[in-house]
């Protein structure tokens, strides 16, 4: 229980101090959500809110005795920490309009999904779970929070967190960007109500940064490539209906289009004597991944598609003036990029190869390489208001990479200097002679 505590202490808190237990349903620190439970609860295994005006996770610790294993522990606390599942975690607001609110144990009637049993501070909450609880069962679900975070009032106003203010300034910044991590489709994303529904079919594309490259074939003196990296703090992103188009089957063509803004000027170094390139500030990256799955056997990325990709100059070291690159990329290089996978698995990628793109100056190039990725076309995890990746994923590095050869070569190096060592140990044989006195000895003439 202690490290319960702990551990919830250190994250970040955006919202209402809460312990959930059960001893029927597994329950962890992430999962099940709490719209799960609400969906998923039912009068046989009902989900029971326990609140007072004053909880936290201070006051829960105190009635626990998380720092104390001298102190005798009753009632709520003592059921807390018997049960086979429980975690402490921060919860949103929730309304619940089915709600049955009990303040008193006349109250408590049989027959509810959802009840909300509340107190005017710990004793009395406490009191009054202790005398329902044998009407309730075993199956229950239980959530103690502070009274603020439950209400059957549906015009009741949710209180806005420090991180919902934050989000909901980035989406209405002027530049109507959202900050990265960028996900398509955005399902609860602040600044979108977008729902699965069949155009959007069962796909999902998480990207947390671009990095734009810029090579030049014929520069033979110093640098011939230069990186621009477009992260969280320089770079926002948006969405617009048919951004997203996949093919609700295992069969098909999944298309993202990722619409990036750069917020500030970004150059490939933060050293002014070594900026070759940059990108200045409200300039817009548009493309698109097609991905492709023509058979049962595997999908795979078949094109990447530049709508909108420039660079310009500093000090025109590197190229001449502001550098475009034309709609298609290379094929051999989206073949690189290493996206190719099995239906039903997901592909992650910290960062993979470019797909390069000519331009519309000779011997320049623009290339787009992604950072800390994933995607999924088909088959993720659903349900009426959220999807999600599935558990079985493979990474774009392959098993026998550059660093695993690597580490292959030098085992086997080490293990046959530790093989020919123990061979030679064991080669070294004394004479017998000078172990049996009972044969002649040895007799060495020593002549002057």
């Known amino acids: 229980m202690r490290i319960l505590l702990i551990a919830l ?34 009068v046989e295994t009902p989900l029971v809110f326990l609140v007072n005006p004053d909880f936290t996770l201070g006051q829960f610790s105190k009635h626990v005795s998380a720092y104390s294993t001298h102190t005798k522990i009753e009632g709520l606390a003592k059921i807390v920490k018997n049960s086979r599942y429980h975690t402490a975690r921060y919860i949103d607001s929730v309304i619940s309009s089915s709600a049955s609110v009990v303040t008193s144990a006349d109250d408590f009637q049989l027959g509810s999904s959802i009840y909300i049993i509340a107190g005017e501070d710990w004793a009395s909450m406490d009191s009054l779970f202790m005398r329902i609880m044998p009407k309730l069962g075993e199956k229950y679900v239980a959530v ?26 980035s989406a209405a910044s002027s530049n109507g960007g959202t900050e990265l991590p960028l996900s398509l489709p955005p399902y609860k994303r602040t600044g979108y109500d977008v729902k699965p529904d069949g155009k959007l079919g069962s ?12 090579m030049n074939k014929k520069q033979k003196s110093g640098e011939s490539i230069a990186t621009i990296p477009l992260t969280t703090n320089s770079t926002t992103w948006s969405y617009v209906d048919g951004d997203v188009e996949c093919s609700n089957n295992i069969t098909g063509n999944y298309t993202f289009t990722v619409r990036l803004t750069v917020k500030n000027d970004v150059f490939n170094s933060e050293s002014q004597d070594k900026r070759l390139v940059k990108m200045s500030a409200n300039t817009e990256i548009i493309f698109t991944l097609k991905f492709t799955s023509t058979s049962e056997n ?9 709508k909108k990709l420039s660079v310009e100059s500093v000090g025109n ?30 592909m992650v990628c910290s960062s993979s190869q470019a797909a390069w793109f000519h331009t519309d100056q000779e011997n320049i190039y623009l290339g787009i390489s992604l950072s800390n990725s ?46 020919f060592g123990f061979l030679m140990l064991n080669s ?21």
């Open 374 to 419: 994933e995607v999924q076309p088909y088959g993720v995890v659903s349900n009426n208001i959220f999807k999600g990746f599935t558990s079985q994923v493979e990474d774009c590095i392959g098993t026998f990479s550059p660093g695993s050869w690597m580490g292959i070569i030098s085992s086997l190096i080490l293990l046959g200097g530790f093989i």
């Open 144 to 169: 103690i929070a502070a009274t603020n975070a439950v209400s059957n009032d549906k015009n009741r106003v949710k209180r806005v967190s420090t991180n919902e203010m934050e989000e909901s300034r």
């Open 428 to 448: 070294v044989q004394t004479m017998d002679r000078f172990d049996d006195p009972k044969h002649k000895q040895i007799v060495i003439n020593v002549r002057e």
């Open 9 to 42: 202490a250190l994250s970040v808190s955006d919202a209402y101090d809460s312990v959930i237990f059960s001893n029927e349903r597994k329950i962890s620190h992430e999962l099940p959500s709490l719209d799960n439970l609400l969906a998923s609860s039912n």
């Open 203 to 214: 796909c999902l594309l998480y990207l947390e940064g671009v990095d734009i490259l810029v």
């Open 317 to 346: 070291k590197l190229i001449s003036g502001t550098v475009t690159a034309k709609p298609e990329a290379d094929p051999t290089s989206v073949k690189y990029m290493g996206f190719i996978s099995v239906p039903y698995f997901s």
């Open 298 to 306: 595997y999908w795979n990325l078949q094109s990447v598609n530049a």
